[in-house]
């Protein structure tokens, strides 16, 4: 060679200094890292024994009586599903109410795909129902699980050490994904109904657009969750069943829903009959949804919200419903990374106004918990002196079920997980609020103020998406668990 160098020798010289560079930036990096690492394995450890306080084994079985409906989820990759059906993202992102056609159907998921807001939608176009239906079949990679809120939540209470009463109508072949510890009170159907479960991850790109998180998008065209069919049978059964909680969820299947005059009217008067029949020691807990139906909503706050004593829901619910209270309107996208801060200060606000709204409504029932679950934290308050214990260990049950959902695995792997709630919080945005510390030996911080008690605690987000949908009715589920 020109230069009189052995080319072997350059070789060996590239690769020492290659291995120089990566040991380099190894040394550098690790200090780092090992301390990222062990920071979550020290949260988890703590959220461990915060949960393991409450030794469910030495309980009885609780009894748990939920409704309504049910369904099989298709899970897909949301974007190669719109994809496959040469469906090309619009220029005009927009909410719709409801799905009629495909450029509906475009511009709504272009609308709440890059924010990540998790949204569900009745699809009226039963062709481009049945045509999803059937690319997401042909899709590689789908999968078929149990749908629908009561459902899922009854299994995730069976897992957990319940005996549940689920309200609903199934297909055997449904029926067989039910725990032994489910018992259900509606009749069988040959053709359940399907819900299109469309999920996408953190980073996700359908054309120009990018989604900040990880969440789904649900569209459904139910023919009997909407009708609430199995309000006979499961009403039939409760008296006898004789719960220690009474769960009502799955309402949102009756939004924009194409009912006969008086019919969705009907109903909802029977469901408030059969909650006021409860025994007031019994706690009743309604679960929120994705709901743009204001007519909707509002019957909702005169029939059901006001005989539940607990409510769950996520980020984009609470502001709803919170609006509507006010007098307001549908809130149909909120922040889907709110603070700490933020949260708790709506959930005073609701604490208070449907504490409010409650006196002198006949059969009504005190509001005592709240439960709010986001991506980065749980957040539950429960009136001080109320029947609801462990408020503490719930919390980080709700926090710890949040990963093992989404991961999909009863093991929690640190290395498949973050944190993305901050080093501290303030408790209020009122200027001067006390901030609290996330310690990561005492993950769950607690503390009084008014008339209850409120506990916060992180997510170990979980870095190795499964599945999110179901993620709230799961968490919620975990959480009620060792408050009953």
């Not at 619009?90 to 511009?107: A, V, W």
């Not at 029947?387 to 049950?397: D, E, H, L, V």
């Amino acid at each position: 060679m020109a230069n009189g160098r052995n080319p072997s020798s350059l070789v060996r010289y590239g690769t020492v200094v290659s291995v120089l560079v990566v040991l380099l930036a190894l040394w550098y990096r690790s200090p780092v890292q090992n301390s990222l690492d062990q920071r979550l394995d020290t949260v988890l450890t703590s959220l461990l024994r915060a949960e393991s306080k409450v030794d469910t084994d030495s309980f009885r079985r609780r009894k748990v009586a939920i409704g309504f409906g049910g369904c099989v989820d298709i899970i897909v990759d949301g974007v190669k599903l719109l994809n496959e059906i040469g469906l090309k993202p619009s220029k005009t992102p927009f909410h719709h109410d409801c799905i009629e056609s495909r450029e509906q159907l475009s511009q709504s998921f272009a609308y709440f795909f890059p924010p990540g807001a998790a949204s569900e939608r009745f699809l009226s176009n039963d062709t481009l129902f049945n045509e999803l239906v059937e690319a997401s079949r042909g899709l590689h990679g789908n999968r078929w699980a149990l749908g629908g809120n009561a459902a899922v939540m009854a299994n995730r209470l069976a897992s957990e050490g319940c005996d549940v009463l689920l309200g609903g109508r199934f297909s055997s072949e449904v029926t067989e994904v039910l725990s032994d510890h489910v018992t259900v009170a509606g009749k069988p159907v040959e053709d359940p109904d399907i819900h299109l479960i469309l999920e996408y991850p953190t980073g996700a790109k359908w054309g120009e657009y990018v989604s900040r998180r990880a969440n789904r998008y649900i569209v459904h065209s139910d023919d009997h969750n909407p009708l609430l069919d199995s309000l006979e049978d499961f009403e039939e059964q409760l008296q006898s069943f004789r719960p220690d909680l009474l769960v009502i969820g799955g309402l949102q299947m009756m939004d924009n829903f194409p009912f006969e005059k008086g019919v969705r009217e009907a109903r909802l008067e029977h469901l408030n009959a059969l909650m006021l029949s409860v025994d007031e020691a019994t706690g009743v807990h309604f679960e929120m949804a994705s709901f743009v139906d204001k007519e909707l909503m509002q019957a909702l706050l005169s029939r059901v919200v006001p005989y539940a004593s607990s409510l769950g829901m996520n980020e984009q619910e609470l502001p709803n419903l919170l609006s509507l209270l006010k007098g307001g309107n549908v809130t149909v996208l909120s922040d889907p990374n709110p603070r700490v801060a933020t949260v708790l200060d709506q959930m005073r606000e609701l604490y208070r106004l449907l504490s409010t709204e409650r006196r002198g409504q006949a059969g009504g029932r005190r509001l005592t918990r709240l439960h709010v679950h986001t991506l980065a934290f749980q957040a539950i308050i429960v009136t001080t002196g109320s029947p609801w214990k462990n408020t503490m260990s719930a919390t980080a049950k709700a926090s710890l079920t949040a990963n093992r959902h989404v991961c999909g695995s009863p093991d929690i792997n640190p290395s498949k997980a973050k944190l993305i709630m901050d080093d501290s919080f303030s408790i209020s945005r009122q200027e001067g609020s006390q901030r609290m510390p996330l310690l990561e030996t005492k993950p769950v911080t607690c503390w009084e103020e008014a008339d209850y008690e409120v506990c916060v605690a992180p997510v170990l987000v979980c870095t190795d998406v499964y599945q999110t949908a179901g993620g709230g009715d799961n968490v919620s589920a975990a959480g009620l668990v060792l408050q009953i």
